[in-house]
């Protein structure tokens, strides 16, 4: 079996579990209090505590453990933008942040705060001089992820952190994906992560917060982990967290350059092997064991189904998969396919075997999706007669709209047009993708009497 999906949760990693389970016996006393039992357990706590700062390059005094990556973003972005309130309410964040930061977003702006999205480029990197732009007077906080989760682009942190800076604002790094793999560069004040994505268990996140930072914990006061993340301490997840990543750190070098060469031969691979694809994500400044690639004509579910099947556990980002009608708003943030989306994450360890045997299956599995869908063969020949025409798509989900277009464009002359009428939100990103992809002209929108018409010219 390939589990291809470390960018969600990596593998429990060997060192994790044997520390949890030494930890279960030493650490399951309350190391707030001052008898034997509770003196073991506060030094276990101290010494994770120790590690991890050393991992993430702070002092042991900035970092606590939290019960989740998401409750370190949650608590860090709202702790910062209270403790700065007095400067303004103004928070700036990347429009391919991880969800959880786009919802504490949300969170503010429907409280009264003020919110500015920072676009990114086709590769999913945003630009620091547009960064530096958005910063006000009145800014907060600026939040910026270390690594994309979905296309494994590195943003420039170093750069957008010495503009933060310069402008006296205090920048978030989520550094959820790339911790494991070395520490964050530049001038940051605060970083959150979360253990299951380097191979800790789950259920245990890191706040780090510089000192100097304005920060007001939000919520209802606790004695524990400096007021920033109440409950009492889950010791043997937080013991087992801080120990994988020591360990994974050790490896990460060696690991690192053995997973880029067989993601980089992904990358080069699926478009020869498998028509009308479109790998996205920069081909350079990426995590090791990322690669993103996407389908046209493919349903999004159906060919994770088929490839789980196939003994390939891989995620995707488009619409067409059974938790969201909506593409993901990474890939619509940088303008490019949706459909058919596949993100291969490849967990330390990784067997080259494994990924030579997923490129053997997906040509097939992709084609056998478009051939149950109807899709168009490539290479069928380019028919010069008719007149403009309408492809009614209405009430049907993606690829299909695209599927229709792709039936129709030979049967308008060079220069004509197809409009395609569709209520499917993917269409607004998919349609334009497909006419990059197959050197047609894309029109633009307009709101129909049901739905949304897309129009394309014919140019070849």
């Not at 002209?441 to 897309?454: D, P, S």
């Amino acid at each position: 079996m390939g589990y291809f999906d470390a960018a969600s949760a990596a593998p429990l990693h060997p060192v994790a579990r044997q520390a949890m389970l030494a930890s279960l016996d030493e650490g399951w006393a309350d190391p707030a209090r001052l008898y034997r039992e509770g003196r073991r357990a506060r030094l276990l706590l101290d010494a994770a505590r120790e590690a991890a700062a050393e991992a993430v390059g702070c002092r042991a005094d900035e970092l606590v453990f939290t019960p989740s990556g998401t409750r370190a973003v949650h608590s860090g972005v709202a702790g910062a933008l209270a403790g700065r309130r007095r400067v303004g309410s103004h928070l700036i964040v990347s429009a391919v942040e991880h969800s959880s930061v786009l919802h504490a977003a949300e969170a503010h702006e429907a409280g009264g705060g003020t919110l500015t999205q920072v676009a990114v480029d086709r590769t999913g990197a945003v630009d620091p001089a547009a960064y530096a732009a958005a910063l006000r007077g009145d800014t907060a906080l600026a939040c910026l992820q270390s690594a994309n989760h979905e296309v494994g682009t590195e943003q420039p942190v170093a750069e957008v952190a010495e503009a933060c800076r310069a402008a006296g604002v205090p920048l978030l790094v989520d550094a959820a994906q790339s911790l494991g793999w070395g520490k964050v560069a530049g001038d940051w004040s605060l970083l959150t992560a979360s253990a299951h994505k380097w191979g800790g268990p789950s259920g245990v996140g890191l706040l780090v917060v510089r000192k100097g930072v304005r920060f007001a914990p939000q919520g209802p006061g606790d004695e524990r982990e400096s007021g920033r993340a109440p409950g009492f301490e889950n010791l043997p997840a937080v013991v087992a967290a801080a120990a994988s990543l020591r360990a994974v750190r050790a490896e990460a070098a060696e690991e690192a350059a053995r997973l880029r060469k067989l993601t980089e031969r992904i990358r080069a691979r699926v478009p020869a092997l498998v028509p009308d694809v479109e790998v996205v994500g920069d081909p350079a400044r990426r995590l090791p064991g990322v690669v993103t690639f996407s389908c046209l004509y493919v349903d999004g579910e159906t060919l994770l189904h088929e490839l789980d099947r196939a003994g390939f556990s891989v995620s995707s980002g488009s619409s067409c998969t059974s938790s969201t009608l909506m593409p993901s708003h990474v890939l619509k943030a940088m303008g490019v396919l949706s459909e058919g989306n596949v993100r291969v994450s490849l967990p330390p360890g990784t067997p080259a075997e494994d990924v030579e045997r997923f490129l053997e299956v997906l040509p097939g599995t992709v084609a056998a999706v478009r051939e149950r869908l109807g899709a168009p063969v490539a290479g069928e020949p380019v028919r010069e007669a008719g007149t403009d025409l309408v492809v009614d798509a209405l009430g049907r989900r993606c690829p299909v709209p695209v599927i229709e277009l792709a039936k129709v464009i030979g049967d308008v002359p060079v220069g004509g047009t197809v409009r395609v009428l569709s209520d499917d939100e993917a269409a607004r990103l998919d349609i334009p993708a497909w006419c990059e992809m197959r050197g047609q002209e894309y029109l633009g929108e307009e709101q129909a009497e049901r739905g949304t018409a897309f129009s394309v010219r014919r140019v070849s």
